[in-house]
């Protein structure tokens, strides 16, 4: 199937975390519109303090560019296994009512306890991608590069100030939007993800900067590639993409190591069924044992022979 594009509208102004989203991952701000057509970034209806990411989790591919594990939000969203409420049928068939209803909760229980193991380790790795953006955001700022505009909340302290908001009838929604002085930035007091920011003095909610300075002040790296237009829509050139091209040479790996720890894992019967899971035991185990981090798609490819025996082959573990 060939891969196509369509045109996209940025919009004219995206949020603080929008802009570390850019920075660190290149994820571009795309317009959305509510039911009213109007741009979701300048709404003012039912806007409370916190503002929801308007494009979801990291994807893999995102990920993949920052050097971290998968967003397990992403995996998580596009997992289509069956959950254990579905065995329940054939549960209550084996052991009854009750034993099927325990089983189904301590099975739910564990996968909500793995899930947020996993959600803590990768939240180290996100943190530490975003740490050096941040600060190049939090530059630009200061030096009145990249110019912002908030909502100044009637007080510093985040609870007296929907307090008060709160007893005029009011949300943070409906306040004006004000330029931010460049002299009122402190790295510490900027929290991208609610794209809020505060000092000694003020505090402001729902910044905004405008998206075209922001692609300005912070170009990224480009990879050539070749688009042809029918109509409306443009088709990526797949053969011209993957066209072979000079070697630069790549990385030498262990990987004799790696094969022989593949082989511990499934004798002690600990290979797991989501090839995702897998590769970031491996990585970590790299990082751990070697002090070296290959790449996600260099263990990914080693792994693939063993995943499609031992998993979707159906081939009983060794």
């Known amino acids: 199937m060939p891969t196509f594009l369509q045109a996209v509208d940025v919009p004219e102004r995206c949020f603080l975390h929008e802009a570390l989203l850019w920075v660190a991952f290149q994820r571009l701000p795309i317009a959305l519109y509510n039911d009213e ?38 995996i998580h969203l596009m997992d289509d296994s069956p959950s254990p409420v579905f065995r329940y ?3 209550e068939e084996k052991c009854g009512h009750e034993e099927a209803i325990r089983v189904i909760e301590e099975a739910r229980h564990k996968e909500d306890e793995e899930y947020k193991r996993a959600c803590t380790e990768w939240q180290r790795h996100y943190d530490r991608a975003v740490e050096y ?3 190049q955001i939090f530059v630009a700022l200061r ?30 929604g409906e306040l004006p939007l004000k330029e931010i002085p460049s002299s009122f930035w402190t790295l510490k007091g900027i929290h991208f993800e609610s794209s809020s920011a505060q000092n ?18 912070f170009p990224t790296e480009k990879q050539e590639v070749i688009v042809e237009r029918i109509g409306d829509t443009f088709v990526l050139n797949e053969s011209a993409r993957n066209r072979p091209r000079a070697s630069r040479g790549r990385p030498s790996y262990p990987w004799d190591r790696f094969h022989l720890e593949v082989a511990a894992v499934l004798l002690r019967n600990e290979f797991p069924g989501k090839k995702e899971a ?5 990585q970590s185990w790299f990082e751990r044992e070697l002090n070296i981090r290959p790449s996600r798609a260099a263990i990914s ?18």
């Open 37 to 74: 057509n109007k741009e979701i970034r300048e709404a003012t209806e039912n806007q409370d303090y916190e503002i929801d990411s308007p494009q979801g989790p990291l994807t893999e591919e995102e990920c993949k560019r920052a050097g971290i594990p998968t967003d397990p939000h992403f």
């Open 89 to 91: 049928r054939e549960l």
């Open 133 to 135: 953006p941040a600060s």
């Open 143 to 172: 030096k009145g590069q990249l110019h912002a505009s908030g909502r100044l909340l009637p007080s510093v302290v985040y609870d007296q100030a929907m307090a008060s908001l709160k007893a005029e009838g009011r949300w943070a």
């Open 200 to 217: 000694d003095n003020e505090h402001y909610c729902h910044i905004l900067v405008p998206s075209t300075d922001l692609l300005a002040a």
């Open 278 to 282: 897998l590769i970031q035991h491996f």
């Open 301 to 318: 490819e080693k792994l693939t022979p063993y995943y499609e025996k031992f998993v979707r082959g159906g081939g009983q573990k060794i």
